[in-house]
């Protein structure tokens, strides 16, 4: 029972966190908060790739992940398409996982 | 707004996040599986899913019930972890004020990483944003079908999931990066961003490093915004 109660409450504090902005007036964000916040999606995808790729539990790790990922991020590159990019990083994780003992 | 625009769109978002599945739920069942090893059983591991729909909230969480942490510290690791929510939902606060209040009510649920990431620029371009919904759920249905195979998966099972799965995440967001950096400021936000990141994901433990380098990222990105020239200013 206690669990179910541990989760109703993650449950709340996600979700309040997620609708407050959008049903309360903090919504109306004064005009130097909403510049600011334009560039949340660039800073935003950095934070997500960077750690990602080159830090994935929190120490460095370079080798054959790094590289794919490398191959990966030249596909994106290339193509800016999200499957193709997926694909190549895959691909070459494989490959080279075979190919590097 | 016009019905079929809104059900085109629903569809548009919902197919085109379908790529993300490759990594949203392999992780949704490493997730179960490590709730099961946690001693949630098969509903609270699929209910949490469910209710919370956050996955390194329920990672953490996972966790530290493995760990015997209390209540309290699960709750304000999940606010933790979460707390970004806050900056995403407030950056489409905008463009959704056309909807109804319970309309963003419900909106605001299927607000999470992945979905963002795929719409805010349509979203932002004043599109309809049922493709918002769409992409948030397409990755609800992915991160559910994760976690009951995970639950499936969970006799015993340690460390399921072919590796560099999660390269998934990263190439995505990449693709998805690309058409912002045409901006100086933009590229600085995403410059800082990027070594704050992965400086605190080195220091610093558990989510605090996509807080950190999402505000720093973002300050970064509007103080370059006084000093651009003009001609940049408003793109």
């Not at chain 1, 370079?62 to 499957?83: E, H």
């Not at chain 2, 739920?25 to 209910?47: K, Q």
Request: with cysteine; aromatic share 10%.
């Amino acid at each position: 029972m206690s669990h179910w109660l541990v989760i109703a409450g993650m449950a709340a504090i996600t979700y309040v966190l997620r609708a407050a902005p959008l049903v309360t007036s903090w919504g109306q964000v004064e005009a130097g908060v909403a510049r600011h916040l334009r560039h949340l999606p660039p800073a935003l995808f950095a934070a997500l790739i960077v750690p990602a790729l080159l830090a994935p539990a929190g120490t460095l790790e370079g080798g054959v992940r790094l590289w794919a990922g490398v191959v990966g991020l030249v596909a994106g590159w290339r193509t800016r398409s999200i499957p193709v990019t997926i694909i190549a990083g895959l691909v070459a994780y494989a490959v080279l996982r075979w190919v590097v003992p | 707004m016009d019905n079929r625009t809104g059900q085109s769109e629903f569809r548009d978002g919902f197919s085109q996040t379908v790529p993300l599945w490759m990594g949203v739920a392999p992780f949704g069942a490493a997730y179960a599986l490590a709730a099961r090893a946690a001693g949630l059983n098969a509903f609270e591991t699929i209910g949490m899913s469910l209710l919370v729909y956050a996955g390194s909230a329920q990672f953490a969480a996972a966790a530290l019930f493995a760990g015997g942490a209390g209540a309290l510290a699960i709750l304000v690791t999940t606010f933790i972890v979460n707390a970004r929510a806050v900056l995403l939902s407030a950056s489409l606060a905008t463009p959704l004020r056309r909807l109804s209040t319970p309309a963003r009510a419900g909106v605001a649920f299927l607000i999470v990483d992945e979905s963002y990431a795929i719409s805010v620029a349509r979203v932002l371009r004043g599109a309809d944003p049922s493709y918002l919904v769409g992409s948030g759920f397409s990755l609800y249905l992915a991160w559910l079908s994760g976690t009951t195979a995970g639950v499936a998966l969970s006799i015993g099972v340690n460390g399921w999931g072919p590796r560099g799965l999660d390269l998934v995440f990263p190439l995505s967001f990449f693709v998805l990066l690309l058409p912002y950096l045409g901006t100086r400021p933009a590229r600085i936000a995403a410059a800082v961003a990027g070594v704050l990141a992965l400086c605190a994901r080195l220091i610093v433990p558990g989510s605090w490093y996509l807080l950190i380098a999402a505000v720093g990222g973002t300050l970064a990105g509007g103080v370059a915004d006084l000093s651009a020239p003009p001609g940049e200013k408003r793109s």
